[in-house]
Nanobody
Framework: VQLVESGGGLVQPGGSLRLTCAAS????????MSWHRQAPGKEREWVATVTSAGGRTNYADSVKGRFIISRDNAKNTVYLQMNSLKPEDAAVYYC??????WGQGTQVTVSS
């Protein structure tokens, strides 16, 4: 079982990034998938979840209306579209599948 995130980087406040998580080693379409994040000195926190078929999504209040989680079961991939980024969104973002299985994380920096 493997989750590999990509797409992080440096972005200015108000900008956008799209994170990608490529999954392998399990039946991807059978699992809900989530994104979590961890900022320096803070606990890891849940960001968003998408159900196995992609029909339902849930978001933390802090990102609701700005972030969009989606998935492509044909590509075994889950995405996190992040818009209107704020400095407080800066963190390492992790892909998660119940098990638990975590990816290695991708760094998002929001700074001018």
């Amino acid at each position: 079982v493997q989750l590999v995130e990509s797409g992080g980087g440096l972005v200015q406040p108000g900008g956008s990034l799209r994170l990608t998580c490529a999954a392998s080693g399990f039946t991807f379409s059978s699992y809900a998938m989530s994104w979590h994040r961890q900022a320096p000195g803070k606990e890891r926190e849940w960001v968003a979840t998408v159900t196995s078929a992609g029909g339902r999504t849930n978001y933390a209040d802090s990102v609701k209306g700005r972030f969009i989680i989606s998935r492509d079961n044909a590509k075994n991939t889950v995405y996190l579209q992040m818009n209107s980024l704020k400095p407080e969104d800066a963190a390492v973002y992790y892909c998660y599948r119940v098990g638990p299985t975590w990816g290695q994380g991708t760094q998002v920096t929001v700074s001018s």
